[in-house]
């Protein structure tokens, strides 16, 4: 079947339309599917509402997927009952307790595992509570990002190395929250995606350190200027969620945040990953 697609902004997304996920698809579509997410970056499904179940064995079309990666001693309350690998993303609370990760306010830019010395190519996130307000996903290409970086910023960082440490469940740099447990990691500033071939900006505000082998101080410019630069409204989709979406988006050239949204009401997402292919490079 031919794909029925829609952009979603100039530079990243697209919405593949009467589609039902709940349904087999076939080779060819499937395969169709993994194309039109190497050329749009993010893909989103509407109106899918798939069960925990299903959403693992969608997860599948696009890799094997990857497993949880913070210690299964801190997993919240919420995970016993879901299949391995799902990931609860939630505010909701029992006994004052968060059932779920990240469950409260804003989230600075970052990619998904890339804290890990494997990181995981592709999150994907299916909606089945959503408040009034808020909680709304925006996600920058890192393409688009990479290909306007000025000369005098791109130049210093060229074949350089970042370093990136991560305390699980921290939302904010600085904030002071998350868990103890955390994982560090060093990848190129600048990767090759595996499947296209295309340089991507691969450093964010809430993980991303320091450059290996470079003055701290002269290190923190280039980061700062690259990170102004990479979340420019100009590469950035903001996605206003709906009970049933499901999106898909490729950690090797985006990243994303999460605006603030009111505490007072539930927001319940269903997180699955997928495995990279192999070290970024």
Not at 58 to 87: C, H, N, Q, S
Not at 124 to 132: D, G, Q, T
Not at 175 to 192: C, L, M, N, V, Y
Not at 227 to 236: K, L, Q, Y
């Amino acid at each position: 079947m031919a794909l029925k697609l829609r952009k979603l902004s100039p530079h990243i997304g697209a919405e593949i339309q009467d589609i039902d996920l709940n349904q087999d698809q076939t080779a060819e579509t499937i395969a169709a599917i993994n194309q039109a997410w190497f050329d749009n970056i993010i893909l989103l499904f509407r109106g899918q509402n798939l069960s925990p179940e299903r959403q693992v064995h969608v997860t599948g079309w696009f890799g094997r997927m990857g497993a949880i990666a913070r210690p299964k001693e801190d997993f919240p309350p919420g995970y016993g009952a879901l299949p391995d690998g799902v990931m609860l993303i939630s505010n909701i609370r029992e006994n004052g307790e968060p059932i779920g990760a990240l469950p409260d306010g804003e989230m600075m830019f970052h990619h998904d595992m890339m804290h890990a010395e494997l990181p995981h190519k592709a999150t994907m996130l299916n909606a089945v509570e959503i408040p009034s307000h808020g909680g709304n996903t925006l996600f920058a290409s890192g393409y688009a990002a990479y290909d306007t970086l000025p000369d005098d910023i791109r130049t210093p960082l060229e074949g350089k190395r970042a370093f990136h440490h991560y305390n699980y469940g921290t939302t904010v740099k600085g904030k002071g929250d998350g868990i103890e447990a955390f994982a560090e990691s060093s990848h190129p500033a600048f990767r090759t995606h595996d499947d296209t071939g295309r340089k991507a900006i691969y450093v964010n505000r809430l993980m991303t350190e320091g450059i290996v082998d470079m003055d701290q101080a002269e290190a923190d410019r280039l980061l700062a200027a690259v990170f102004d630069h990479s979340e420019s409204p100009e590469f950035v989709y903001e996605h206003e969620w709906q009970v049933g979406d499901l999106l898909l988006w490729d950690n090797r050239c985006s990243m994303h945040a999460r605006t603030d949204f009111p505490e007072t009401e539930r927001r319940l997402l269903l997180r699955t990953t997928v495995e990279g292919d192999g070290r970024p490079y």
